[in-house]
Structure formats: structure tokens, C-alpha cells
């Protein structure tokens, strides 16, 4: 359709949508003339308001606003008039006035404002005038409408007839029309004529002005029309209105019986058609397909395979070619075989895949579009071992934390019923690890926090042999688990240091101010380079100097002193630090079970006073004390232990732990006096102690001598080790905290960001197959799988699979094996994942059934549609329909019988080319008829009656070629 008939049939579509059915063309025209002139007024009042606002020049401003807003209301004018009831001489009067307006619009723009009002010629009254009178013309022809020019004026006579006879309204074929008129003498005479209907319209109009647009297109081609006579079948070939060519087979009767499957660019192939058409038509195959078939095809030497549907529709076929049609034909049927008994890989987000590879089997995850998303490291020897360790796996993946590689982490983990925690540094290398188990999360979280924040600052010291350390009270309690609950355990050091009420032994004194703390206590200990703690200070001393003058006093003490041994309650006389001499009464844990209670000025008069009690306790022995001493005792649990009194018998030392017997008590005492002179070290803060055993390595100890932390690798030199603890104190500072599982998700980063999976142990259990271009896509990824791996499917593919993907036509499938090797693929796409399951239902159905169907250079094949009418259709062997059947009928039977008849008509029509309007003469079945055919092979106007002969056929059809282009149109509701 060109331009013109485009926008003609949109004003036409928008005056009937928003406005309502024209009566004429005159009536949208005039519509839309009114709606334009009223727009270009209002854009020239407009423009005159904004330009004069605007500073616009003024003349300027007065010249386009004044030419648009008088041209508008001209176009308006004119508009009003074509909406009207007037008539062709009216209208052309409107013609007239519109022209004349126009010309004094364009007078204006020429002489404003040099020839206007007292400038130069001052032609102001000319142009007016003009304008003014083509205004006056279109006005007046609008204003007389109802009285001189409308189609109903007072003073003009009716066009046409009032009344609608039954011949026009169709109700009837032919009726009778008196005609009145006078004769030479004056007189009134009249005269009845006989009227019959010759032609009717071969389609029904939606509107009025389509039906009028038809009507005009006969008249105009219907004198010159040419007569074709069909006295047999014929194929009438004809080129459409979009600029192709088809054809159509026609009885002699001129009923279609058939019409072209293609459309073509030339008439050559539409001839092509034709002729292929009569060539194998009467002696083509009739092929019918019950449910699917499949068909063979050759092309440049390879042979293909396509399973087809009863429409011929495709529904299964194989890129792949074969060398010859055998070799197609036994690939289709291995397709029907394993396509029936294929698993649908239906993976939702992730599935875990078992597969056999080099003798050995694996696993590995796919996602809901069947790519790989990661391979499992290890090998299994059987399917079920691969099997149990996925199973195995998929549970630990829900709860699996996500590690970062590069970033320091604090990896805590639980091994049997113990936590333990791993530092791995920058270089994904274990650097440090907790120096044994925990029977709670907390105490390992703790350990952690003690290291990160005190790793930094931590020294770095060696013991050689021994040494005294004079450490701070701890102030701070260790947390059970990670939200910071108190789990009530204190550290060993902590608890022989707890207050007697249940508090920590940081104690607070009133200072001079009134309420500053005094700080912590202090307390020695002297240790082994492997941390055995030998002796401990019994009470605690105010700052840092006094514990070191307590370990003064206790190698001044220890090395006069003597071992005492009593195993049961012992009588003390001693010298108190006034200078009296008392005595009192202990049992064999040191408790003091009596005392003397007063003072004496002799050791002898207290031992009268002391004797007088041995009466009542004859099996007490009798200690006395002019010297430090060494005690061994057995406590209530028959544990052994030391501890070291002064000459005042107050106790400066003692073992902080018990031995079994007297002689490792013993030999425990022994340990002290070895290392008496060892070196006293104020021990404020953590420390590195580096130690050898074989090569060098390192524990971090905290104040209360805690170790929290120890190497996880050996150095060989001391200076190798320091040089390592910059990288280590950096890291333990940086890391972050993670508990990690049965397994872990570590990202790492090699040009794009990928995945791995590891276990407890950091051995890798998968690598990712995915590369990220960012790490929170990456992140994104694995917690969507991470999140529905415990859903995962685990599945296997023996023999094939069928596997679902939507792509840009759609869902399609793909058979594939267990090497993604595509065997057979869907030929079209479904709209959804649903229809397509539905579709692979029906291909299961189909393809075990399916039967072969040779295709020959053309054959005849019977098909139903919807409605389950049956008709035919003619095919190539390429299965495309190069002729199909244009009537329809009940059953396959009667359609096959039609085609006997069509095989007839093929062979024995004739070919017409239509280039113009023309009619056909062709016989019925009860005589004769005509019809008028246009250009492009549609029926224009047929006879309304079937006539007993030629002659009278074309009589009529003549006495319509005459009368019809001078024929009135007139419409009856």
C-alpha cells in the first residue's frame, strides 16, 4: 500500500473510532481540515503571545501569526462546509472561497508591513478585501445550506428516490418502477419498466466508505474488462497487491479446488510451481503419517534423519550427517531407543554427576543449564564409592563457610569432640595453630583474640634452661562461643589466682585520691624453656619490684634451707619476726591446727608451754625451726607435694602441682634448687618463646602464661624464625574469623575469580569450573548453590540423557551422552519449560512407534486440522507443500476420493495469466454464470442468477459492463 492509501485509511480508522461512521469521504476530509486549521490558529496566537513576550521583532512576530491564524480559520471554515449536506456545487464554490482566502493570506505576508497602513502603497485595504471576500464565500455557502445548496434545501428538488425498494435492500432479484411523463398534447401518461438485480459483490464491506471505495473501483474498471471463457479447469496465476506471485486451480465452474503452498518473488516461479504441479501431480503417491514418521533427506553428499509429526511438523532431528541413507536410517532408530529410556537431566539449580573416566569414577557439579560448575580431585574405584563421598558431601555444603585466598584467616574448626583453629597467612600457608584442643568453641575463639591482639606488641624471648617470669593478675575470662557468653571456666593460671569470693584477683585499693585502683597484683613463676611451671609465688604483691624481691627471698631461703618430712601433724617452735619465740601445731597439708597464743622470751620456755599440748598428741612430731625449710606432704588425695617456709614459718613457695609419690615431690624440689639462680624476667606483656628441638620453633604466651598459639613449621635457624614473625604478627592482626566445616568454599583469584572446595585438612575435594568477572558475582554464584546443594540430584548417564535449555526461540532439548556429545536435538522451540517437558512425553511416545516415510519428488498427503477436516496437499520431497487442497471434508476417505477428482483437473487445466480486470463466462451445474475477476485474482462481482444459455449470460453480463460506470450509489439502512 502506498503512502497516500496508508494515511487515507487512518483518517478514515480515527474519524470512525472517535467520531462515528462517515456518510462520505467529504465528511472525514472536512473533519480533519477542521481540526487542522483550528490548530494552525491556535499555533499563530500562541506564537503572537510568546513572541511579543519574547521581544521578538515586531513585525516579524505580526507577519507569522497573523498568516497562521488567518489560514486556520479558513481551513476551518472550509472543514465545516464539507461536513455538511451540500452539494457538489457547493462545494466546489467552497473550493473558490478557500482559494481566494488563501491568496489574500499570502497578499498579507508579502506587503506587511511595508505596504501596510500609511506605509508605501498601503495595499492594507486590497489585501483585506480579498481575504474578506474568500472568507464570505465559504461562510455563505455553509449559512444558505438549508436553503439553496443542501442536499434537502427548501428550494431545490430531492436527488434520487425517497423510498428504498425491495431490489435495493436485496430482498429482491427484480421488480417494477412506474415512470410518469407527458405526452406532445400536455397530457399525463405513464409507463411501467421492469428492473432486475445482474451483479452482486462477491465480499461484504465493514463500513460505508469501503463499501463505496468498491463500488467506485468497478465502475472504473469494469468497461474496460476484458471476457475469458472457461470451458475446462485452469490455473490462473496472478500477482498479489504485496508484489508476489501465486496461482489458484479452478474448476470450469470457476470454484477453486486448490492454490499454491509458496509465494513467489517472479512470475517464473509460480510457472515452476505450475508445472511441477502437472508434471507430477496425476501420478504422485498418496503417503499418509500415523502419529510421526521419519524422513531421509540428501544434501551435498550426507544424508539426514528428521522425525516428523502427521502436520509435518519437525519434531526431532540431528545436525550431523551420514555417508549414506543406511547409516541415517540406523542412527534414527538408535535414537528412538535411547531417547525412550533416556534420564531428563531436570536439575533445578545444581546436581552432582557420577562418571567413569580412564577406569576410574568420579563426580561432578552441573547447574540447571548442564554446564560443569566444578570437578571433583579425587578418584573412586567403584560407583558407589564416588556415590558415598557426594552423598557425604552435600550436607557439609549447606552449613560449608567461604574463605577468601590471600586474606589472613582464622580457620576454627572441630576435630572429634575437641576445636582446634589454624592461622593461614597471605601465601595460603598454615603459619600458626592452637597448641592443643578445646573441649569448647569459645576457649578456641579466645585463643584467637588473644593472638590477633597481642601479636603486634608480643616480644620475643628464649629461656635457656630456666627462668623466673614476673607477670600481672589476668583481668578477663574466657567466652564459650562467639556471641560473647561467659562459658564460667577460667584458664589455669587465672584460677589459682580467683579471689576467695568468686571474682577474678584483680584486687583495688583506696589510693591517696580516695578512689583510684591500685592495679593488679603480681606473681612470679619460674619455668622450664618446655613452660613446666617449677615453683609459683603463694600471694600476691603489689607491683612488679616486690615479686622480684619475693624471688630474692626465696633463693636467699631456698639455699639454707632443710627438708623436713612428717606424714602426720608436727609441733613447730620458732622465732617470730619480733624477736619472741611461739609455737603451734600443723598437720601434713601445713594447716595450722593450734597455736601457742601468746609470745615467750626462750625458745625452752616455749617448748614447756608446747610440751604441755604433746601430752594430748603424743604421734606429733617435733619440728624445730631455726632455719628455711622444705616441706614435703601428701595431701587429702594422697598426692604428693613441696612447698618452702621461712625461719618464721610463713610460706614464700610451693609446687603448683602434686606428684603421685615422695620421690617425684622430692625430685620436683630438686628442680627448683637446680634452677635457683635463674634469670628474672618482668613478663608484662605476650611473648614469642622461641625453643629448639632438633630445628627452631615458637609458642605465643600470654602474662598468665597461657600458651595460645604455636608454629606450624619448623625453622632452621633462630634468625630464620624472627625474621618470619613480621609476616606472622601482621597476619594474626588482619585475619579474619571463620569456622569452617566438613568443607569449605575458598574464592581465589587468577586473572577472574574462581572457586575451589577444600576440606578440614585444606585438601582440595573440587576446582571450579566457572570463571567470575568480579568476586561478588562469584559470591552471588556459590551461595545460590550453596544454598540448594543439599537438594542437589546425584545422577549418572549410562547410555544418554535428555537435557533441557531455554534459548533465544525458546525452550529446545538436546539428547546428549555422557560426554555432552549431542546425538539428537529438538527442531522447534516451546514456550515454556512445561510445553517442552510435554513435547519429550510425546517424542517418547512418537519414536518407538514412528515408521519410515520416502518422500519422492512429489507426493500426495492427507491431513486433518483442528476441526478434524480432512484435506490434501502435495509435497516435495523436501516435505514442503508446493499445492494444497482448498476444500475440506469429514473423513480421509472422502478426501482421497476429492483428490482422484483434483488428479484430473491437474492434468487437464489450462494456464491463464491474470494481468487486468476481467470477467470469466464459465458454466454450473444448472446453466450458465459470470464473474468479475481484478488483477490480482479476486472475485470483484458475480451474477446473481444462473442463466440457461451463453447468450443470455453474456448478455447480462454485457448490460452490467454498460450500466454500471454511470450507475447512482445509494445506501438504505
Given amino acids: 500500500m502506498s503512502v497516500a492509501g496508508e494515511i487515507h485509511q487512518s483518517l478514515y480508522r480515527l474519524y470512525e473510532h472517535y467520531v462515528g461512521e462517515p456518510d462520505s469521504g467529504k465528511d472525514v476530509y472536512g473533519y480533519w481540515l477542521f481540526i487542522l486549521g483550528y490548530i494552525i490558529g491556535a499555533a499563530g496566537i500562541v506564537g503572537f503571545i510568546v513572541g511579543y513576550g519574547g521581544n521578538i521583532a515586531e513585525e516579524m512576530m505580526i507577519r507569522i501569526s497573523g498568516v497562521a491564524a488567518s489560514a486556520g480559520l479558513a481551513f476551518c471554515l472550509f472543514g465545516i462546509g464539507l461536513m455538511l449536506p451540500v452539494r457538489r456545487r457547493g462545494i466546489q464554490a467552497s473550493v473558490v472561497g478557500l482559494l481566494v482566502s488563501l491568496v489574500g493570506v499570502a497578499a498579507f505576508g508579502v506587503v506587511y508591513p511595508d505596504d501596510w497602513r500609511h506605509l508605501g502603497r498601503g495595499l492594507d485595504v486590497e489585501v483585506i478585501s480579498i481575504y474578506a471576500a474568500g472568507i464570505a464565500i465559504i461562510t455563505g455557502v455553509a449559512a444558505l445550506v438549508p436553503v439553496f445548496t443542501g442536499q434537502k434545501g427548501m428550494f431545490v428538488e430531492e436527488e434520487g428516490t425517497t423510498e428504498d425498494p425491495p431490489i435495493l435492500t436485496g430482498n429482491a432479484l427484480e421488480d417494477a418502477q412506474f415512470a410518469v411523463f407527458r405526452n406532445e398534447h400536455g397530457d399525463w401518461k405513464w409507463n411501467v419498466l421492469h428492473r432486475e438485480a445482474l451483479a452482486t459483490s462477491d465480499k461484504s464491506a465493514v463500513t460505508r466508505p469501503e463499501a463505496r471505495e468498491g463500488i467506485e473501483r468497478v465502475k472504473s474498471q469494469i468497461s474496460s474488462a476484458g471476457l475469458m471463457e472457461l470451458t ?147 578418584a573412586y574405584d567403584t560407583r558407589r564409592d564416588a556415590e558415598e563421598a557426594a552423598e557425604a558431601l552435600l550436607p557439609a555444603l549447606e552449613s560449608a563457610s567461604v574463605t577468601v585466598a590471600g586474606e589472613p584467616t582464622y580457620e576454627l574448626y572441630e576435630s572429634g569432640e575437641e576445636w582446634h583453629w589454624r592461622l593461614v597467612d597471605e601465601g595460603e600457608d598454615v603459619v600458626a595453630r592452637s597448641p592443643e584442643g578445646e573441649a569448647e568453641h569459645g576457649r578456641s575463639e579466645w585463643q584467637t583474640e588473644q593472638f590477633g591482639e597481642n601479636a603486634t606488641e608480643a616480644d620475643v624471648v628464649e629461656i635457656e634452661d630456666a627462668e623466673y617470669e614476673v607477670y600481672p593478675s589476668a583481668d578477663t575470662t574466657a567466652s564459650d562461643d562467639t556471641d560473647g557468653d561467659a562459658d564460667g571456666d577460667l584458664p589455669a593460671p587465672f584460677e589459682e589466682a580467683a579471689a576467695t569470693d568468686g571474682g577474678t584477683a584483680v ?240 574464592l581465589y583469584r587468577n586473572g577472574d575469580w574462581a572457586w575451589r572446595l577444600l576440606d578440614r585438612d585444606r585438601e582440595e575435594i573440587a576446582d571450579g569450573a566457572v570463571a567470575y568477572d568480579d568476586r561478588e558475582a562469584a559470591i552471588d554464584h556459590v551461595d545460590e548453590w550453596r544454598d540448594h546443594a543439599v537438594d542437589a540430584p546425584i545422577f549418572t548417564i549410562e547410555d544418554a540423557a535428555i537435557r533441557l535449555e531455554e534459548g533465544e526461540d525458546g525452550w529446545r532439548w538436546d539428547l546428549v551422552d555422557e560426554e555432552r556429545t549431542v546425538l539428537a536435538s529438538g527442531e522447534t522451540g516451546a514456550e515454556d519449560k512445561d510445553a517442552a517437558l510435554e513435547r519429550v512425553d510425546e517424542i517418547r511416545q512418537l519414536a518407538p512407534m514412528a515408521g519410515r516415510v520416502d518422500f519422492d519428488v512429489a507426493s500426495f498427503e492427507l491431513v486433518a486440522d483442528e476441526d478434524d477436516r480432512w484435506r490434501w496437499r502435495l509435497i516435495d520431497e523436501d516435505g514442503t507443500p508446493v499445492a494444497t487442497g482448498t476444500e475440506a471434508y469429514d473423513s480421509s476417505e472422502a478426501a482421497r476420493a476429492a483428490l482422484d477428482d483434483a488428479r484430473d483437473l491437474i492434468e487437464n487445466a489450462s494456464i491463464l495469466e491474470i494481468d487486468s480486470v476481467s470477467f470469466e463466462l464459465h458454466t454450473d451445474e444448472d446453466g450458465w454464470v459470470w464473474r468479475l475477476v481484478d488483477e490480482f485474482g479476486s472475485t470483484m462481482a458475480e451474477s446473481t442468477q444462473t442463466y440457461e444459455n451463453r447468450t443470455e449470460a453474456r448478455e447480462a453480463m454485457n448490460a452490467v459492463k454498460s450500466h454500471a460506470p454511470d450507475g447512482w450509489i445509494t445506501f438504505t439502512e
Fill in 232 to 378: 475446462t479447469s485452469a490455473f490462473r496465476l496472478y500477482e498479489d497487491r504485496d508484489g508476489t506471485w501465486q496461482w489458484t486451480l479452478a474448476r470450469d465452474d470457476g470454484s477453486v479446488v486448490a492454490d499454491c503452498g509458496l509465494e513467489f518473488d517472479q512470475r517464473d516461479g509460480a510457472e515452476e510451481s505450475v508445472s511441477f504441479l502437472k508434471d507430477r501431480g496425476p501420478e504422485a503417491d498418496v503417503i499418509e503419517i500415523e502419529g510421526a514418521a521419519f524422513t531421509y533427506s540428501e544434501d551435498r553428499g550426507q544424508w539426514y534423519w528428521q522425525l516428523v509429526d502427521d502436520d509435518h511438523t519437525p519434531l526431532a532431528g540431528h545436525d550431523e550427517g551420514y555417508r549414506d541413507k543406511d547409516e541415517a536410517e540406523s542412527a534414527a532408530r538408535t535414537f528412538a531407543e535411547r531417547f525412550e529410556d533416556a534420564r531428563l537431566l531436570d536439575v533445578e539449580h545444581l546436581g552432582v554427576e557420577l562418571y567413569e573416566e580412564d577406569g576410574d569414577w568420579t563426580w561432578r557439579f552441573v547447574d540447571d543449564a548442564d554446564d560443569v560448575v566444578a570437578d571433583a580431585v579425587d
Fill in 507 to 746: 584486687t583495688f585499693e583506696e589510693g591517696e585520691d580516695g578512689g583510684e585502683p591500685a592495679g593488679p597484683d603480681w606473681h612470679w613463676r619460674l619455668v622450664t624453656e618446655d613452660r613446666e611451671v617449677v615453683a609459683a609465688s603463694t600471694e600476691p604483691h603489689p607491683d612488679a619490684d616486690a615479686a622480684a624481691d619475693a624471688i630474692d627471698r626465696v633463693r636467699e631461703q631456698a639455699s639454707e634451707a632443710d627438708l623436713i618430712e612428717f606424714e602426720h601433724a608436727a609441733f613447730q617452735v620458732y622465732e617470730a619476726d619480733s624477736g619472741e619465740w611461739r609455737w603451734r601445731l600443723i598437720d601434713e597439708d601445713g594447716n595450722v591446727l593450734a597455736d601457742s597464743g601468746e609470745e615467750h622470751t626462750s625458745r625452752s620456755e616455749a617448748a614447756e608451754a608446747m610440751m604441755t599440748l604433746k601430752e594430748q598428741a603424743p604421734d606429733a612430731e617435733l619440728l624445730e625451726i631455726e632455719t628455711a625449710a622444705f616441706e614435703l606432704f601428701v595431701n587429702e588425695d594422697d598426692e604428693w607435694g613441696w612447698r618452702l617456709i621461712d625461719e618464721a614459718g610463713k610460706l614464700v613457695a610451693e609446687d603448683p602441682a602434686t606428684h603421685p609419690t615422695r620421690g617425684a615431690a622430692r625430685q620436683a624440689m630438686n628442680r627448683l634448687l637446680e634452677h635457683l639462680d635463674s634469670d628474672v624476667r618482668t613478663m608484662d606483656r605476650a611473648a614469642f618463646q622461641t625453643y629448639v628441638a632438633e630445628d627452631w620453633h615458637w609458642r605465643f604466651v600470654l602474662p598468665s602464661g597461657d600458651v595460645v598459639a604455636v608454629d606450624d613449621e619448623s625453622y632452621p635457624t633462630r634468625d630464620a624464625l624472627v625474621d618470619d614473625l613480621d609476616s606472622i604478627r601482621r597476619g594474626a592482626t588482619e585475619a579474619r574469623r571463620s569456622t569452617i566445616g566438613d568443607a569449605t568454599i575458598q
